[in-house]
T-cell receptor, first 111, second 117 residues
Framework: SQTIHQWPATLVQPVGSPLSLECTVEGTSNPNLYWYRQAAGRGLQLLFYSVGIGQISSEVPQNLSASRPQDRQFILSSKKLLLSDSGFYLC??????????FGSGTRLTVV | AQKITQTQPGMFVQEKEAVTLDCTYD???????LFWYKQPSSGEMIFLIY??????QNATEGRYSLNFQKARKSANLVISASQLGDSAMYFC??????????????FGTGTRLQVTL
């Protein structure tokens, strides 16, 4: 079966510390992968998407970066976190016509 | 640019009643897809229903139906026989035309639905 895994579930990090969030997909090959961020009480904002290994498209200039080292692995990173990076981060996998399947999300609090 | 508007920040409905959550969209593309997702307090995004721009009939999935009015550019979600477990945030989203590369979903700001006894 096709599943998407995202971890960690929650994270509290100090300002200026690095960040690495990981997302992996099982049961499919060459998926289109996405990172979204949701600020408290807001909608979802697309941050990055990837159509293949090493291929990253950025939607919003910011303090974050993404990488896709393997076909089914998508990583969101930062070298130095800002307070404004706090939010709920969701990884998603495009399932053609029927939108996305989302991971369970990571709630990041930068203190 | 595509835009999704959800004008109801919050809605209340009594258990067993029907409720309509509003969504309007704006696009110049003739081919697009419209989605509704449910987000409970746990944060996961749960796919509810999909409507393609060329679909002649309104989509239905169990207690969920999508009232698609193309000329008005609206895609309202109707939940029949509300249950306490329906209390959650609901997001409307639109997919841009699939061009062979990654298609992207644009989300509205959401409506928080509270089902009461």
């Amino acid at each position: 079966s096709q599943t998407i895994h995202q971890w960690p579930a929650t994270l509290v990090q100090p300002v200026g510390s690095p960040l690495s969030l990981e997302c992996t997909v099982e049961g499919t090959s060459n998926p289109n992968l996405y990172w979204y961020r949701q600020a408290a009480g807001r909608g979802l904002q697309l941050l990055f998407y990837s159509v293949g290994i090493g291929q990253i498209s950025s939607e919003v200039p910011q303090n974050l970066s993404a990488s896709r080292p393997q076909d089914r692995q998508f990583i969101l990173s930062s070298k130095k976190l800002l307070l404004s990076d706090s939010g709920f981060y969701l990884c998603a996998w495009a399932t053609t016509n029927y939108g996305y399947t989302f991971g369970s999300g990571t709630r990041l609090t930068v203190v | 640019a595509q835009k999704i508007t959800q004008t109801q920040p919050g809605m209340f409905v009594q258990e067993k009643e029907a409720v309509t959550l509003d969504c309007t969209y704006d696009t110049s593309d003739p081919s697009y897809g419209l989605f509704w997702y449910k987000q409970p307090s746990s944060g996961e995004m749960i796919f509810l229903i999909y409507q393609g721009s060329y679909d002649q009939q309104n989509a239905t999935e169990g207690r969920y139906s999508l009232n698609f009015q193309k000329a008005r550019k609206s895609a309202n979600l109707v939940i029949s026989a509300s249950q306490l477990g329906d209390s959650a945030m609901y997001f409307c989203a639109m997919r841009e035309p699939y061009t062979g590369t990654a298609s992207k979903l644009t989300f509205g700001t959401g409506t928080r639905l509270q089902v009461t006894l």
